[in-house]
């Protein structure tokens, strides 16, 4: 009867552990299509676009308004808010900027707590 307790115990133990997996897995790929518009968007704009100069963007002073990036850059998607922001850099030896799209969200973790999670999109833009 022990061993049977025991085994019980496990198995609802690991059912736990699969959902928080299924959550997880889940929010990345939200966060994953979040982040691929954003870079499809920024990808799409002229190479002296405002959005696009040297710097982190959006800033506080930043019109976005102009239909071409989301003005409040969250993203509700789910139970879940998605932040992006994006930093661009220049390459001057080959025309190139750098531009590295970021994904925020918290996700609750039963054992853990709340955390932030990050995914990163890096794309390059030639003249």
């Given at each position: 009867?022990?061993?049977?307790?025991?085994?019980?115990?496990?198995?609802?133990?690991?059912?736990?552990?699969?959902?928080?997996?299924?959550?997880?897995?889940?929010?990345?790929?939200?966060?994953?299509?979040?982040?691929?518009?954003y870079n499809e968007?920024?990808?799409?704009?002229?190479?002296?676009?405002?959005?696009?100069?040297?710097?982190?963007?959006?800033?506080?002073?930043?019109?976005?308004?102009?239909?071409?990036?989301?003005?409040?850059?969250?993203?509700?998607?789910?139970?879940?808010?998605?932040?992006?922001?994006?930093?661009?850099?220049?390459?001057?030896?080959?025309?190139?900027?750098?531009?590295?799209?970021?994904?925020?969200w918290q996700l609750?973790?039963?054992?853990?707590?709340?955390?932030?999670?990050?995914?990163?999109?890096?794309?390059?833009?030639?003249?």
């Amino acid at each position: 009867m022990a061993v049977m307790a025991f085994g019980l115990l496990g198995f609802m133990f690991m059912q736990g552990q699969a959902a928080q997996g299924r959550t997880a897995g889940r929010e990345m790929g939200r966060a994953t299509v979040v982040a691929q518009n954003y870079n499809e968007t920024l990808r799409a704009l002229k190479y002296n676009n405002s959005l696009l100069s040297i710097g982190s963007h959006p800033s506080a002073s930043e019109d976005t308004s102009d239909g071409t990036v989301d003005s409040k850059l969250s993203t509700k998607y789910g139970n879940f808010i998605y932040d992006t922001t994006w930093t661009v850099t220049n390459n001057k030896t080959n025309n190139l900027k750098t531009i590295v799209v970021n994904t925020k969200w918290q996700l609750k973790d039963n054992q853990l707590g709340i955390q932030t999670k990050n995914l990163n999109f890096t794309l390059l833009k030639s003249k």
